[in-house]
T-cell receptor, first 114, second 115 residues
Framework: GNSVTQMEGPVTLSEEAFLTINCTYT??????LFWYVQYPGEGLQLLLK?????DKGSNKGFEATYRKETTSFHLEKGSVQVSDSAVYFC?????????????FGQGTRLTINP | DTGVSQDPRHKITKRGQNVTFRCDPI?????LYWYRQTLGQGPEFLTY????????KSRLLSDRFSAERPKGSFSTLEIQRTEQGDSAMYLC?????????????FGPGTRLTVL
């Protein structure tokens, strides 16, 4: 079946550092790809998405590009802030009857120190 | 607050007891999903409703689990004869109908601890 593999965490960086969280996927067909973020005590929130190959999703300074040739969707940010501390989940969409479900990676906990 | 709400936020129960969780989706959303998240893992799909019809169930949803959405609005997830392995965060999400994929909005989750 379809699956998502994320970079092992936790990741600890200093403020203003460059961030990369790796994500690769295995899927039949061409799923949509997503990054979700879970801040402490809050629900999952969609951070960005890409629906086809070579699409770039971006939001709040974060970017990820849908790479079909490497089956990857790595998350990047040029300069992280303390407020970016959270758990990040990479996910893909998988068709079910009348809709699509999300298949998530295991999550990467990010801590940014001032 | 017009987001997805879940009740209770936390539930502690003894092994063998039954528990029921409630999810209230965003009002105009006709699709509703349940996921389960164990410690250190990503959420896993359990089941999906379009209006009141339960259209998809994961094999993770054993016979002890049942979900309903009686009027196509709120949904309940019941676990009978709970086991320690049922301890997890149970997440509800909702989305609009129409295209196969519309953004899923997640609630804060119900954290279940089975002693």
């Amino acid at each position: 079946g379809n699956s998502v593999t994320q970079m092992e965490g936790p990741v600890t960086l200093s403020e203003e550092a460059f961030l990369t969280i790796n994500c690769t996927y295995t899927a039949t067909g061409y799923p949509s790809l997503f990054w979700y973020v879970q801040y402490p005590g809050e629900g999952l929130q969609l951070l960005l998405k890409a629906t086809k190959a070579d699409d770039k999703g971006s939001n709040k300074g974060f970017e990820a590009t849908y790479r079909k040739e490497t089956t990857s969707f790595h998350l990047e940010k040029g300069s992280v802030q303390v407020s970016d501390s959270a758990v990040y989940f990479c996910a893909l969409s998988e068709k079910i009857q009348g809709a699509q479900k999300l298949v998530f990676g295991q999550g990467t906990r990010l801590t940014i120190n001032p | 607050d017009t987001g997805v709400s879940q009740d209770p936020r936390h539930k502690i129960t003894k092994r063998g007891q039954n528990v029921t969780f409630r999810c209230d989706p965003i009002s105009e959303h006709n699709r509703l999903y349940w996921y389960r998240q164990t410690l250190g893992q990503g959420p896993e799909f359990l089941t999906y409703f379009q209006n009141e019809a339960q259209l998809e169930k994961s094999r993770l949803l054993s016979d002890r689990f049942s979900a309903e959405r009686p009027k196509g609005s709120f949904s309940t997830l019941e676990i009978q004869r709970t086991e320690q392995g049922d301890s997890a965060m149970y997440l509800c999400a909702s989305s609009l109908g129409g295209p196969p994929y519309n953004e899923q909005f997640f609630g804060p989750g119900t954290r279940l601890t089975v002693l």
